[in-house]
């Protein structure tokens, strides 16, 4: 018997910075709704992404977008998925340096690829018709799965010296 644990959850903010800690937080409490360790090194690898992309789109979209959608999908295989759509039209790049060569903001996708690779997963890009875009973070089941058993194992060792005697 195969078990259907497909979830989605959308939430809108406003193309302002002060509101992407609170994004933040909010990706994070909806996947450890769904059971996705958050408490761990997948979990740091989430709300990082989680942070470029946001303040990414926030930074880069926010004269042409008044808000921001943010898209968190689990699929039936476990992949979990962070979307941040803006209305935007121009496509992300990565830019580390200035004309002078000095590093600079922009390195944010950089940093995402790079998270993303050390647990196996993937960003690209989706168009929309209405001009605007989609940029996606994947993250396979595997990733996830390694890390719950060693949350369950640090969640049941004894947190006090009164709990042991």
Not at 46 to 70: F, M, W
Not at 91 to 107: D, I, M, N, Q
Not at 139 to 152: F, K, V
């Amino acid at each position: 018997m195969t078990t259907i644990r497909a979830h989605t959850y959308m939430f809108t903010i406003p193309s302002l910075g002060c509101r992407v800690a609170g994004a933040r937080q909010t990706v994070l409490t909806v996947f450890a709704r769904w059971g996705v360790p958050v408490r761990s090194e997948t979990g740091e690898s989430i709300r990082l992404v989680a942070s470029e992309l946001i303040t990414n789109a926030v930074e880069h979209a926010g004269r042409v977008t008044p808000d921001i959608a943010i898209v968190l999908q689990e699929r039936d295989d476990g992949t979990l998925r962070l979307g941040v759509r803006d209305r935007h039209p121009g496509r992300p790049r990565l830019r580390a340096r200035t004309r002078a060569g000095l590093p600079t903001s922009g390195r944010g996708l950089a940093i995402v690829r790079a998270v993303l690779a050390e647990v196996g997963g993937r960003s690209r890009v989706e168009r929309h018709q209405d001009g605007g875009k989609t940029v996606w973070a994947e993250i396979p089941p595997e990733a996830t799965r390694a890390e719950s058993d060693t949350d369950a194992r640090i969640e049941s060792r004894p947190t006090s010296c009164a709990a042991i005697a």
